[in-house]
């Protein structure tokens, strides 16, 4: 489980002019407590699990700017992005429904698109977001390929069950965005416009907010 508060959103606003954080998977709502740091002007968070929907829904309910979405992921951006008109953060934490918070196995979503959601949601982004300057922070690489992680490689039974790829990404953004690995956590891809990419993020691991100069996880590859 990936943490967004590892990152510098505040820098990656300044950088990146992204005005919004669509947000998939939203747990314990952690993630959009950090984020309501930042000069956000809405966060729209996306839950699959009614349960967790709704105690997000309570847990927020004062904060005007925060939206939580009770939808499978791919559904919600079907329908929310058309009107978002701003560069968006997209922080994609949306696998095995309900999982993380104990209400279900890793293992038993039989829908592949409600399992791993995130190839839909990526094709389904790069269709409805042309044109658009998004930044994409995507946790959990290591479902997708094997590496030297901070947490180790995934275990074999929340696989892919065809198809263990990052290959969508390229073919929707090879050509929009410079896209960065890092092996810290669980590991992380991060796309960033490559006209407004700043060439010093792929030298160290200045995106995150905490340094650990001896843990070389946190390096950050161009690929």
């Known amino acids: 489980m990936g943490r967004l508060n590892r990152f510098d959103l505040n820098r ?3 950088d990146y002019g992204t005005a919004c954080l669509f947000e998939t998977g939203t ?3 952690d993630g959009i407590a950090y984020a309501l740091s930042a000069p956000f002007r809405n966060i729209f968070s996306v839950e699959i699990m009614p349960e967790i929907a709704a105690k997000a829904k309570h847990r927020f309910t004062t904060e005007y700017k925060v939206h939580i979405i009770h939808a499978d992921s791919v559904s919600a951006m079907k329908d929310r992005l058309p009107a978002i ?3 968006i953060i997209f922080w994609l934490d949306a696998h095995f429904p309900g999982a993380d918070a104990g209400m279900k196995l890793y293992n038993q979503e039989s829908n592949q698109q409600l399992r791993l959601p995130l190839e839909e949601e990526i094709k389904t982004i790069c269709s409805l977001r042309k044109g658009f300057q998004d930044v994409f922070i995507i946790d959990d690489l290591r479902i997708y390929e094997d590496g030297p992680y901070e947490n180790g490689n995934a275990p074999s039974d929340v696989l892919p069950r065809a198809n263990r790829n990052i290959e969508f990404i390229y073919d929707c953004f090879r050509d929009t965005h410079v896209i960065l690995k890092s092996y810290a956590d669980e590991g992380y891809l991060m796309l960033f416009p490559k006209n407004r990419y700043k060439k010093k993020h ?4 200045n995106l995150f907010r905490r340094k650990p100069d001896t843990n070389p996880n946190y ?3 161009e690929i």
């Open 12 to 14: 990656i606003i300044t």
């Open 27 to 29: 747990l314990w709502g």
């Open 85 to 87: 008109r701003h560069n």
């Open 202 to 205: 792929s030298k160290w691991f």
């Open 219 to 221: 390096f950050v590859e």
